[in-house]
Nanobody, 122 residues
């Protein structure tokens, strides 16, 4: 599955952005989908994940209650709605796919698409 993230930009604290990830290939619905982020000088970290059918999801504690992950298997897309953004959310955001649901470690993923940059100013 090839992945391309988009929707990043610059916002002020408290603002919102919606990221989208377009996937190619016919097997999108057989993969759990994930969002990770990497801030300058920091390691890549887990943000959110959604199951193959879209009925289950989980989040990093740092974004819980502010971010919502969703997917549309008919369109091969997975979105990340980000509300009440904070400066510490500034990072490059990446989507990823994996046959297994329930992961949080970036080193379990062998392929990363191009990220999209989110900058939150105070």
């Amino acid at each position: 599955v090839q992945l391309q993230a988009s929707g990043g930009g610059s916002v002020q604290t408290g603002g919102s952005l919606r990221l989208s990830c377009a996937a190619s290939g016919r097997t999108f619905s057989t993969y759990a989908m994930y969002w990770f982020r990497q801030a300058p000088g920091k390691e890549r970290e887990f943000v959110a994940a959604i199951g193959r059918g879209g009925g289950s999801a989980y989040y990093a504690d740092s974004v819980k209650g502010r971010f919502t992950i969703s997917r549309d298997n008919a369109k091969n897309t997975v979105d990340l709605q980000m509300n009440n953004l904070k400066p510490e959310d500034t990072a490059n955001y990446y989507c990823a796919s994996h046959p297994e649901y329930g992961l949080v470690q970036p080193n379990r993923f062998g392929h990363w698409g191009q990220g999209t940059l989110v900058t939150v100013s105070s």
